[in-house]
């Protein structure tokens, strides 16, 4: 009874040549339509149409951000992993969003090397030294953004972003959250909507970042619960400023529509590595991020938070993970 | 979450979480139920069931006769063996199970005349059946009727139904619950047996009803079996059992997110179903159970679906327990060469085997024949902690945690996440997107844990 089976299938007409049988543990399908490559496939179509605005606004200072620091990550990838003897992973596009993504939250204005740099650590420091795609604690793109903000304050502050001598319309005023901190003046909340304003490059065009990241959650690339989380928070916090303060109404839009919040809430918030894996542990995080964004925006010396909440709840993300264990079925 | 609630039962027919694979019953669907002739040679391991094994009662060159009992069941949590055939045992020897497990079977010979055919189908689930439990029947009765026909569950736990159906004092039953979902992909054997036998289901589970003394029973089965429905709620008019569609959706015939589903009741972590007052079996035990209660007839055959893109005509196949799959899958013209991977029972769950003489068991529902298009294959690569897999787990789990904590035998992690409540549905891993056999791992892990509990 021992012979084994695949002598056996040979009785079983099947064809001219026996299958070849083998066996693995269940489950033996497996869904088509989720693969990291996909997600990070979606990712960049969603990312497509505010790129091409920051295109239109920033002319070819826009693409030299992005294909600096897309060029840069891949590269660093390629180099990291060689270097640690892996196999790279550039096939994951997970590179490729980071670089983009990275691109996209500078000014125009940052030389090259600001970018290359900044991918380079984003890369390296940021992920590599975790141990790669899945291991870093922190976002990466947030993390060389950080680095080169803090070390080239001057190339990066909201000095970076007034430079009228470049030649774009855009850039002879201050960002609105600037001009809004510096001067309290304000700009028309249609530019901000459709992004007519200064800013980094990818976060001026609310509506396209609506766009692209509600086509993310539909996808279910992106989680809703964060950018549900932190819209909430920014605007409860900004409607608490805004009834504290004079300028009825207007306030709360700002806040909602201006600098990076919408291009962090559905594009660098909800990087699943460095967010909480449970539902509830999501909006918190979301809450969370929110939050801090108000706190930074309304009472330090920066003009806006999107990148140090971000960090600073990434941070958290492993505790808010065990804060909201789901309740198992049958649990009481 | 389904928004809308059952009519007659709390629940709102469905749970939290859970996946939809793609179906891919219309290969079987709508093929009648086909007698297959009486096989070559009959394999009965001794251990068919969870429990204890059986001990064999014949041996070598004895003769037996169809229904004759083979194999004695140890203890009370066990199930008798019973030949399909009438013919002539040849040894009593080792064997291997597509679930890996070495035990001892009864290798038997057919000779001589046996049932084939309609004749079969007629002593199996055709013919009339009565739609009336009698009175003077007692439920102690019925449970020990249950227990000499060796029925076990035959959805594919395989646990011995009269521990399930006897009276109990302590736990009261209120609901016998009656399992039509089946929610694996592929499988259309219990879909059929709904359609071409429902008053094999419906006297037992009338009988069953009294067995248990529940005040309720409910058939209940998925909503992309309409025409089960309509039939099953056509016969049981006059009847006390309820018919109810729930929501289809992977693991919607998993007792615990059944009843759920339907009863809007959790059975603790670790608990059974009686522990909130319910019983369930699924519709072809039930129809055994009519059959041995009614007719006095053993467990000793079963309908089983053999499908899949890997072989030449699928069928649903009226079969003696016993027969090998080679035979059951040449009589379904045998594999295409594409095949790569043949599973005995659902593709979530079921086991992949490469042995053809391994037997169909009582548990065994299907042989699927996949190809490669159908099957996984991609390499595993870091988790991406996107939180798919506590998105679908039905268990509300967090898999990925899971995974790790088994992974570095972490055994105290592990527990405090509830490890040992997960039942290995496999949603987490076919949702990953890096392609991680989280069940995989988590298996190991409530392996260690078991290991660790016996020291
Ligand atoms: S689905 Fe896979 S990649 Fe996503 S969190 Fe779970 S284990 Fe990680
Ligand atoms: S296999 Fe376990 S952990 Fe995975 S989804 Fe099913 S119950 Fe949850």
């Known amino acids: 009874m021992n012979e084994t089976s695949l002598e056996n299938i040979k009785d079983i007409p099947a064809g001219e040549d026996k299958p070849l049988i083998h066996v693995a543990p269940s489950p033996h399908i497996a869904s088509t339509s989720a693969t990291t490559t996909r997600m990070m496939a979606d990712v960049l179509i969603a990312l497509f149409p505010i790129m091409c605005m920051s295109v239109y606004l920033f002319k070819w200072h826009a693409v030299r951000q992005i294909a600096v620091c897309l060029g840069c990550c891949m590269a660093a990838e390629a180099l990291f992993a060689a270097m640690r003897g892996r196999r790279a992973t550039l096939a994951d596009c997970s590179a490729a969003v980071t670089g983009i993504i990275l691109g996209l939250s500078l000014p125009a204005s940052a030389p090259w090397y600001i970018g290359a740099i900044a991918s380079f650590v984003a890369i390296g420091i940021g992920k590599v030294v975790f141990g790669g795609l899945g291991m870093n604690i922190f976002n990466p793109a947030m993390v060389g953004r950080a680095f080169v903000m803090i070390s080239f304050a001057n190339l990066m502050g909201a000095s970076a972003y007034e430079q009228p001598g470049l030649g774009i319309d855009a850039m002879t005023g201050a960002t609105p959250l600037t001009a809004l901190k510096q001067a309290g003046s304000m700009v028309p909340l249609n530019d901000m909507f459709w992004g007519l304003t200064n800013g980094s490059v990818g976060e001026t065009s609310a509506l396209l970042c609506l766009i692209g990241g509600i086509y993310l959650c539909i996808r279910k690339t992106a989680c809703w619960e964060i950018p549900a989380g932190i819209i909430i928070s920014v605007l409860v916090l900004a409607g608490i400023a805004d009834l504290a303060g004079p300028c009825s109404g207007y306030l709360v839009l700002h806040h909602f529509l201006g600098g990076a919040l919408l291009f962090g809430a559905f594009f660098i918030a909800t990087d699943p590595v460095t967010s909480p894996v449970t539902p509830k542990g999501r909006f918190v995080f979301g809450v969370g991020i929110g939050f801090l964004v108000m706190i930074i925006r309304l009472f330090s010396g920066y003009p806006e938070g999107v990148m140090f909440a971000v960090l600073l709840m990434n941070a958290l993300a492993p505790l808010i993970n065990r804060w909201t264990i789901p309740k198992t079925l049958g649990e009481d | ?455």
């Open chain 2, 1 to 455: 979450m389904g928004l809308f609630k059952l009519k007659d039962f709390p629940g709102r027919g469905s749970f939290a979480n859970g996946i939809h694979p793609p179906e891919n019953k219309e290969y079987s669907a709508d093929l009648p139920v086909e007698v297959m002739p009486t096989p070559e040679k009959i394999v009965l391991p001794l251990l068919q069931n969870i429990g204890a094994p059986c001990e064999p009662l014949v041996k070598a060159n004895q003769e037996v006769a169809a229904g004759e009992l083979v194999g004695k069941g140890k203890g009370y949590v066990s199930a008798a063996l019973h030949s399909p055939v009438t013919g002539k045992v040849q040894k009593i020897g080792m064997m291997t199970l597509p679930n890996g497990r070495h035990l001892q079977a009864v290798f038997i010979k057919p000779e001589g005349e046996q049932l084939e055919g309609k004749a079969l189908w007629d002593d199996v689930y055709g013919g009339d059946w009565p739609r009336d439990c009698p009175a003077v029947i007692h439920a102690q009765q019925i449970a020990d009727e249950i227990q000499a026909a060796g029925i076990v569950g035959l959805g594919g736990a395989a646990f011995p139904t009269h521990v399930k159906l006897a009276p109990d004092d302590k736990k009261m039953i209120d609901t016998l619950m009656i399992n039509g979902c089946e929610c694996e992909p592929y499988l259309t054997a219990d879909y059929r047996l709904m359609v071409e036998a429902p008053d094999a289901i419906i006297s037992g589970a009338l009988f069953a009803g009294r067995a248990t003394q529940a005040q309720e029973i409910v058939i209940c089965v998925e909503d992309n079996k309409p025409k089960a429905i309509e039939i099953l709620k056509e016969r049981t008019k006059k009847t006390v059992i309820k018919v109810v569609s729930v929501k289809t959706k992977y693991p919607q015939g998993s007792e615990k997110h059944l009843i759920k589903a339907v009863l809007d009741l959790e059975v603790p972590i670790g608990g059974l179903p009686s522990d909130v007052g319910v019983s369930m079996s699924n519709v072809a035990t039930i129809a055994a159970v009519g059959r041995a209660v009614i007719r006095g007839k053993p467990l000793t055959h079963r309908i089983i679906t053999v499908t899949g893109a890997g072989v030449h005509s699928p069928k649903n196949l009226l079969v003696p327990i016993g027969v090998t799959m080679g035979e059951a899958i040449a009589y379904c013209g045998g594999l295409k060469k594409e095949a790569v991977r043949l599973v005995a029972g659902g593709p979530m769950m079921g086991f992949a085997f490469s042995d053809m003489d391994a037997p169909v068991t009582k548990g065994t529902n299907g042989i699927i024949a996949m190809t490669d298009d159908d099957i996984r294959r991609e390499n595993e690569t870091n988790c991406v902690r996107c939180g798919r897999c506590v998105d679908v787990c039905p268990m509300r789990l967090v898999p990925t945690k899971l995974a790790l904590a088994a992974k570095y035998k972490n055994l105290p992690v592990a527990q405090r996440y509830n490890m040992m409540a997960c039942f290995e549905c496999g949603c987490c891993t076919y949702v990953c997107p890096a392609h991680i056999r989280l069940v995989q791992l988590i298996r190991s892990g409530k392996a260690l844990i078991i290991a660790s509990q016996k020291k």
